[in-house]
């Protein structure tokens, strides 16, 4: 009986916030292999041949769209608020929010605990905020939005808010995991007292 390799060790299997990681090593793989079919070098001689490398491996794991395990869906935030409206509409018995600005009511929302899934990089668009909540929550501050469209598009525009800092988290972790492949990098294949391992591969 064949062992699932997925299943042994830490991976995304057993341990769910390790997906975006894997992804990014997967990509780093597939860069690496391709460097001479990409036209470049695979073999480090000086500081510009790792600039080189590293733009262009940062325009690869951009095309991946990490940010997405950190960050609210919006499309998604706005319809549900908008069915829950026409379903089944809840009270809002939380403080007077009347007249708050979008900010304000963010701010709300993270204070009380109403931001699911930050942080857990379980998935993509795993942060949420419960439709219940959220249309309780418009309907109760925008008092003079009368149509489901309109509370709906009221609490994408708190959704905008709430990603901005998680846009943010995700943008430190790309920069700070390009600056440690460059250290590594930089250190292995060109540093003098470094191991000057050679040609870079798959391997």
């Known amino acids: 009986m064949k062992t699932d390799p997925c299943r042994e060790g830490f991976s995304p299997f057993n341990s769910p916030h390790l997906a975006p990681a894997f992804e990014?090593?997967?990509?780093?793989?597939a860069f690496s292999a391709n460097l001479a079919a990409s036209g470049l070098p695979?073999?480090?001689?000086?500081?510009?041949?790792?600039?080189?490398?590293?733009?262009?491996?940062?325009?690869?794991?951009?095309?991946?769209?990490?940010?997405?395990?950190?960050?609210?869906?919006?499309r998604r935030e706005k319809a549900a608020v908008q069915e829950r409206l026409v379903s089944s509409p809840a009270a809002w018995t939380g403080e007077a929010v009347v007249g708050k600005s979008v900010v304000e009511l963010a701010d709300l929302v993270r204070s009380s605990?109403?931001?699911?899934?930050?942080?857990?990089l379980a998935g993509r668009y795993t942060v949420r905020v419960d439709p219940g909540y959220a249309s309780s929550l418009v309907s109760a501050a925008f008092k003079d939005v009368t149509n489901v469209e309109g509370l709906a598009e009221a609490w994408g525009r708190v959704v905008d808010v709430l990603n901005v800092p998680l846009y943010e988290e995700a943008a430190s972790d790309l920069n700070t995991a390009l600056e440690q492949i460059k250290g590594r990098l930089t250190y292995t294949r060109l540093e003098v007292n470094g191991p000057k391992l050679g040609e870079i591969t798959a391997k």
């Not at 490398?53 to 794991?61: E, G, K, N, V």
């Not at 605990?113 to 857990?120: F, H, M, Q, R, T």
């Open 24 to 29: 990014l090593d997967t990509a780093i793989i």
């Open 113 to 120: 605990g109403k931001l699911d899934g930050v942080s857990s």
């Open 42 to 74: 695979t073999r480090i001689s000086t500081a510009a041949d790792v600039d080189t490398l590293i733009t262009s491996l940062t325009s690869s794991i951009k095309a991946l769209n990490l940010w997405q395990y950190y960050v609210l869906d919006v």
